[in-house]
């Protein structure tokens, strides 16, 4: 169990620090019940088709095109940039290094060399030569747009606002939540998570729920495959190093599997999400690849 060092208050009973090994993890302040919300956070910005202004559309038509016209690498899919483009957008450069590439990118040896970075940079050099991003996005270097899109596939969630499989935009683009991506997988989450819109404020809230009771100093966790607690644990853990590039080693799994084969191969440099989805993945929640 990983112990709290010097940690900071991110919301009332909640606290988060760095733990050698694991990264940032959040911990409980005080007891919670179960039921109880322990974190309510709206999202630092939305990259997701189906929302009610659709205004992510044009970026990813502009994606679409790309994919239609072969220009790119084999491997480009949409998916794996509109959110970063989106990102780069609403927040800009600045506002991308200052919220995002902060964030867990995953192990940087993964991360692609400068000309194969700047080789994948290409959908951000065509959408701002077409006008849908502005020039100063181009002060973003190839290496921290690489950076940026695994930043967003390893901490957003999925959102659909009205959407169902088949329809234009379903699944399609992700959420980011600033505090919320502080908390870590478990194969045995003590919380849940909910997605719903905000009509008031267009966008989405994030509300993350005690799923048992939670005493002080108790790390808190959400579970990055809700639909898939009930693999065996060797299929959990292949999908967890496959998407997210970690070994598990929750409770759970070092009862049910013992300690992990570190041998086994790592997470994907740039994980690519298909743009359908299987039947039975989850509607709202972890961003992953079709599993």
Not at 78 to 100: E, I, M, S, T, Y
Not at 157 to 164: D, P, Y
Not at 193 to 206: G, P, R
Request: charged share 25%; net charge negative.
């Amino acid at each position: 169990m990983a112990e709290p060092q010097a940690p900071a208050e991110i919301a009332p009973g909640v606290l988060a620090c760095e733990v050698p090994g694991c990264g940032v993890a959040a911990f409980a302040a005080k007891d919670f019940q179960r039921g109880d919300i322990v974190l309510q956070e709206q999202a630092i910005f939305i990259s997701a088709v189906d929302t009610p202004s659709r205004r992510n559309e044009e970026i990813y038509k502009a994606l679409l095109a790309e994919l239609h016209s072969r220009r790119l690498t084999a491997d480009f899919t949409p998916n794996a940039h509109l959110g970063a483009l989106v990102a780069l957008r609403d927040l800009g450069v600045q506002g991308c290094k200052d919220f995002l590439l902060k964030k867990c990118h995953g192990d940087p040896e993964q991360l692609p060399n400068p000309r194969l970075a700047r080789q994948e940079a290409a959908p951000l050099r065509r959408c701002i030569a077409s006008g849908i991003l502005p020039p100063a996005c181009a002060a973003l270097p190839a290496v921290e747009y690489a950076k940026l899109r695994m930043a967003i596939q390893l901490n957003g969630f999925r959102f659909n606002f009205n959407a169902q499989e088949g329809d234009f935009g379903y699944d399609t683009g992700e959420v980011l939540f600033d505090k919320i991506s502080r908390l870590n997988h478990s194969c045995t989450p003590n919380l849940d998570f909910n997605l719903s819109w905000d009509a008031d404020n267009e966008t989405v809230v994030n509300t993350i729920t005690a799923s048992t009771p939670i005493r002080t100093n108790e790390e808190l966790n959400i579970s990055y495959l809700p639909l898939r607690l009930k693999l065996p644990v060797e299929e959990r853990r292949a999908q967890l190093l496959k998407h997210w590039g970690f070994h598990c080693r929750c409770s759970r799994c070092l009862l049910e599997g013992g300690a992990p084969c570190v041998a086994t191969p790592a997470v994907s440099r740039i994980p690519h999400r298909s743009d359908t989805r299987s039947e039975g993945s989850d509607s709202e929640g972890i961003c992953w690849e079709d599993l």
